[in-house]
């Protein structure tokens, strides 16, 4: 009897010293929390900030390189003026992303965004033999934060080109209606993303992308993180198919207002 009892007071002893370690790891990753919270902001920040300097950088270089053309000059210096103020809106939203805060959502234009997010890339993607072609009702809109919304196709898209640059191919970018969603699919046809790599693409820094690719842009592993974060912050899904030198289809599938 007294054996039992001393092994009871035992497994309490060791049941309270478990309960204390386990509440001091949780205290521990409640103060971490907030730092792991600053460093993926701060990735994403950093991703977004690159993919919007490259178009800064080249229509400032066009305004510089034609001194004497005084419409192509203002043309360029008005895009870049743009530009800036469209990453300073980008910024203030990720950054209210990251920190949780809900932001104002509204019906925005679907093709209405994307002629801007193409304007705002500023290269012909004809230049590196890639076709696009765009497949959007009229009138379609999105139930969304419109900078969010586009900085997630400016992902998809400029991961799209960088799959085709060096070979060429079509890029593909399709949305219907149904009656409780809107459903965005952007394609490409591409070198693929290998079945083993495919259900770990959303996950935080990891990056299919190697050292030495043919892309001029190396991988970092949050651009899909990003545009994860974002679709699920609108109560949306966002997933991809592929097949190695087939191509890439992302499908995303954003809640209608109701």
């Known amino acids: 009897m007294t054996s039992v009892i001393e092994k009871r007071q035992s497994l309490h002893r060791e049941l309270a010293e478990e309960q204390c370690r386990n509440r001091k790891l949780a205290e521990a990753i409640e103060r971490l929390e907030p730092l792991a919270n600053l460093g993926s902001a701060t990735a994403m920040i950093a991703h977004e900030i690159n993919n919007l300097l490259t178009p800064l950088s080249n229509y400032a270089k066009l305004a510089l390189a034609s001194p004497e053309d005084k419409v192509l000059r203002e043309k360029a210096l008005a895009k870049t003026a743009q530009n800036c103020e469209r990453a300073g809106k980008i910024m203030e939203s990720i950054l209210a992303l990251a920190n949780g805060q809900e932001q104002e959502r509204q019906e925005a234009p679907l093709p209405g965004l994307l002629d801007e997010l ?67 699919r952007v394609s490409d046809t591409g070198h693929g993303i290998a ?64």
């Open 118 to 184: 193409f304007l705002c890339l500023s290269r012909d993607f004809k230049k590196d033999g890639i076709t696009v072609q765009i497949e959007i009702p009229a009138g379609l809109t999105v139930y969304c934060v419109a900078v969010q919304i586009q900085q997630v196709l400016m992902n998809l898209i400029l991961n799209a080109r960088d799959a085709m640059v060096g070979r060429g191919g079509h890029l593909t970018i399709k949305a219907e209606q149904t009656s409780d969603a809107v459903q965005i």
């Open 195 to 258: 079945s083993g790599d495919l259900k770990d693409i959303f996950d935080s820094f990891f990056t299919t992308k190697k050292d030495g690719d043919s892309s001029s842009r190396p991988g970092r592993g949050v651009g899909l993180s990003f545009c994860r974060k974002v679709i699920e912050a609108h109560n949306g899904t966002i997933s991809a198919e592929s097949r190695p030198n087939e191509g890439t289809t992302f499908l995303i599938t954003l809640p209608r207002q109701h």
